[in-house]
């Protein structure tokens, strides 16, 4: 097991009709709030309608409109324009990771006089940053207990990681009920995300009984609950589930002590919705099972050995390479079962930018030093193997 310094400072507010505690929460942080949301999901579901009831006594500015792979310009650029014109107090996001990550960027940025676009590249490390407090409406992401925002930059195809410390939300509230209106693709598509969150940490060199133990229910618990909201999308229980077992995805906490893994098919499907604005969950699903075909070898067979027999009950008394291909197809049935499209073509990318997308890859997300290295070679080579 290897060293780590590990703290999570936001507390979760969890279950049906938690929000009531919003105005007590938010009256630690002042009046003056920014509220962020999407393209208006919160309205049709009430969402909006009950938090503006609720705060009715504070003093509130308005960011609306943040797109899915959430823009630098505008949004992150408004927002703190926004924070900055109207002294802002505390932020509030309300809806899925989108609107989450981009809020943490400008609570970052609010607090920062020079370009903001430096905080986000790591040029310029954060002295400090708003509170963020949100209300989640989407399982997917875990944005609401990690310290990460993914901020894309339509002019230079660029879609990067930002994380800083100073970005946890302070307070984020759970109600799964939020939830019940999450289309079927974008059900589909979180739980792609979140197996793959636990996936990028249990492959690789150093883990632990308890460690895989807490991956395998993690991945077992995205599958059983994903169809289950799928077949009845207000199944309060499969949704809770659903909920909490995304949350956990990106904060650390399923691989404290694991050995570093580089997160490779994050840094692939960033560039696929950089150049391609496509659903993040769905570039992971095509990608996640071409990278394992690519990277099975005599080095990685027994993780995917450990991964067929707990995940997926394959024979463990079977060669080992066959249980790793049984389990790597069985991965693939999986989204295909869940209709996630399963080819690059699918989500209108074809073959003509790979090589530029794999050259981008190569030169800022770093997988060179990830569990199986990737060059760009390898990077383009998974990238048409996905076509
Ligand atoms: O914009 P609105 O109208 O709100 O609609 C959204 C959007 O169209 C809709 N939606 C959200 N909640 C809903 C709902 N529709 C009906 N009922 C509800 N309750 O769903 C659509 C997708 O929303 P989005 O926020 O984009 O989805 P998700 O939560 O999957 O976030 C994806 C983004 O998060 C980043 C991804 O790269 C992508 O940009 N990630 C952030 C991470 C983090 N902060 O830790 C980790 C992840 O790896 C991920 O990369
Ligand atoms: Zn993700």
């Not at 009950?50 to 006594?57: G, R």
């Not at 324009?81 to 943490?104: P, Q, T, Y």
């Not at 919705?273 to 990685?300: F, N, Q, V």
């Not at 090589?355 to 569990?371: K, R, T």
């Amino acid at each position: 097991m290897q060293n780590f310094d590990y703290q999570t400072p936001t507390r979760l507010i969890f279950g049906k009709g938690v929000v009531e505690k919003l105005p007590e929460i938010m009256g630690n942080y002042g009046k003056k709030i920014l509220l962020t949301y999407g393209g208006g999901s919160i309205k049709k579901i009430g969402l909006y309608d009950k938090v503006k009831e609720l705060l009715a006594d504070f003093e509130i500015t308005e960011l609306s409109g943040i797109q899915p792979n959430p823009k630098y310009d505008p949004s992150v650029l408004d927002g703190v324009k926004l924070c900055k014109e109207n002294d802002i107090d505390v932020i509030l996001a309300v809806g899925g990771g989108s609107v989450l990550d981009c809020s943490k960027a400008i609570a970052a940025g609010a607090k920062y006089d020079g370009d903001v676009w430096d905080l986000i590249s790591y040029k310029v490390k954060a002295r400090s940053a708003l509170p963020i407090v949100d209300i989640i409406t989407l399982a997917a992401t875990g944005s609401e207990y990690d310290c990460g925002g993914v901020i894309s930059r339509t002019e230079t195809n660029d879609k990067i990681g930002y994380m800083d410390s100073h970005l946890y939300p302070a307070v984020s509230f759970l109600d799964p009920t939020y939830t019940f209106t999450v289309s079927k693709k974008q059900t589909a598509a979180g739980c792609a995300d979140a197996m793959n969150h636990i996936m990028e940490q249990y492959f690789c060199e150093d883990s632990s009984i308890l460690n895989d133990g807490f991956m395998e229910a993690g991945l077992k618990s995205l599958m059983v609950n994903a169809v289950k909201c799928l077949e009845n999308p207000e199944d309060y229980t499969a949704r809770a589930e659903m909920m909490l077992t995304c949350t956990y995805g990106c904060n650390g906490i399923y691989a404290l002590g694991n050995s570093y893994t580089g997160w490779p098919c994050h840094g692939m499907e960033h560039a696929l919705s950089a150049y391609y604005d496509i659903t993040h969950g769905e570039g992971l699903a095509i990608i996640t099972p071409r990278w394992m075909k690519h990277i099975l070898s005599e080095k990685t067979v027994d993780r995917f050995v450990k991964y067929g027999v707990n995940v997926f009950g394959i024979d463990g008394t079977l060669d080992k390479f066959e249980i790793a291909e049984k389990a790597i197809n069985a991965t693939y049935q999986f989204f295909e079962s869940i209709n996630i499209p399963m080819h690059l073509k699918d989500v209108g990318i074809d073959e003509s930018r790979i090589d530029e997308m794999a050259h981008h890859v190569a030169v800022n997300e770093g997988l060179e030093n990830a569990w199986v290295p990737l060059t760009e070679k390898d990077i383009a080579d998974i990238f048409r193997a996905s076509l």
